[in-house]
């Protein structure tokens, strides 16, 4: 079988995910794969590039529109390379406006499509009219659609409403070959215990929610640290009404900087409002860094593939801080979910084993396209 993986996002999760999945695909001795990129994403990207098709698209919202000759141009060359290399399956593993444009020029009429959808619906203050246009213009063309979790699957489901396959892959976990388990240090005042909270700084993600859990583990005197890293928007009387032992740092993370960054958290928090999944939270997983989640989306049923944390009861700062002290009061709590979590990425969570669920499901429709 021979894939074309295409995602041209620049920057975030998006590069990072579609790159983590071609690597993972690309290591099956029976697929061929290929793949299209955006070179400002060069980082993200791993393994032989040669046999790419790069497209570099746009650096700002001006430039999205003046660009538009550009993206046909571009589509037009794109069209001739996948009836040239005659791919079996084009693989979007990640959404982009500029590709789902360019896509009403580049696929072919007789390939076989298969889009991803992350989240059955637009998150709190991540919805735009042209995002939506783009997204309906990926799901109206989709010959097969992948989830990454069983809850966004049954809204794709009940949202669509069409005969179009939808079928669910579990998010591949990061998997660090040199990680030992953590071991739960000895902390007090001066050593407290680092909670983490990573990724972009939106409402749907509960930073709020973050600062009220700190602030309900000082009123418990146990002795914590919250660091919060990413790039985002925070109301200011969140920010002015926060605990001083949170650390504050709204700006952009460097790929270099996320790994050193995620290990050295004591714990993960993800006190998300509503999710689908977390990419941050399979980062965590594979370096054996025990997580607290809120009972929201896929969250929940992600935690339990990796079996590296605990999701809180409800979504509220006592619970969360009752999540947190029952991962530290016993070490053996903390040292088992941190091995757990290594364990479970080894034997069924890797993006290896994301990306086996990913070429069966793709051989199956194949088969009976005829």
Not at 4 to 21: D, K
Not at 189 to 195: G, I, M, R, S
Not at 235 to 256: F, G, H, K, R, Y
Not at 261 to 272: G, I, K, T
Request: hydrophobic share 40%; glycine share 6%; with cysteine.
């Amino acid at each position: 079988m021979k894939l074309l993986v295409i995602h041209w996002g620049s920057t975030g999760g998006g590069p990072r995910f579609a790159s983590a999945m071609a690597t993972a695909i690309d290591l099956s001795q029976d697929l061929e794969v290929r793949t299209s990129f955006n070179p400002s994403a060069a980082e993200f990207w791993r393994g032989d590039m040669t046999n790419s098709f790069p497209v570099r698209t746009y650096r700002s919202k001006t430039a999205m529109v003046t660009g538009l000759p550009r993206l046909l141009f571009t589509s037009l060359r794109l069209r001739r390379y996948i009836r040239r290399e005659n791919f079996d399956v084009i693989y979007s593993p990640m959404f982009s406006i500029w590709q789902s444009l360019g896509s009403l020029v580049f696929l072919p009429a007789r390939s076989t499509y298969a889009s991803s959808i992350h989240d059955a619906v637009p998150h709190p203050g991540d919805e735009h009219w042209l995002i939506s246009f783009c997204s309906r213009i990926d799901r109206r063309r989709a010959d097969i659609i992948v989830c990454y979790s069983d809850s966004v699957a049954a809204a794709v489901r009940e949202l669509l409403r069409t005969p179009t396959p939808v079928v669910v892959v579990p998010h591949g976990v990061d998997l660090d070959d040199s990680a030992e388990p953590k071991v739960l240090r000895q902390f007090d005042e001066a050593n407290p215990l680092v909670l983490g909270f990573f990724g972009r700084l939106t409402r749907y993600k509960g930073i709020d929610l973050f600062a009220e859990l700190i602030h309900e583990l000082n009123r418990r005197r146990l002795p914590v640290r919250g660091v919060v890293r990413g790039a985002g928007q925070v109301e200011t009387a969140v920010l002015s009404s926060s605990p001083p032992n949170i650390d504050w740092s709204n700006s952009w993370v460097a790929e270099a900087e996320v790994d050193p960054l995620v290990r050295s958290f004591d714990l993960l928090v993800l006190p998300y409002k509503e999710a689908s999944q977390s990419g941050v939270l399979a980062l965590a997983a594979g370096r054996g860094v025990p997580i607290i989640a809120t009972p929201v989306g896929g969250l929940s049923e992600q935690l339990a593939d990796t079996a590296g944390g605990i999701v809180a009861e409800r979504v509220d700062a006592i619970s969360l801080a009752d999540a947190v002290e029952q991962t530290v009061k016993d070490p053996a709590v903390y040292s088992e979910l941190s091995r757990s979590a290594i364990d479970r990425t080894r034997a069924k969570t890797s993006w290896r084993h994301a990306a086996k669920e990913l070429e069966l499901h793709f051989r199956q429709f194949l088969a009976q396209k005829g």
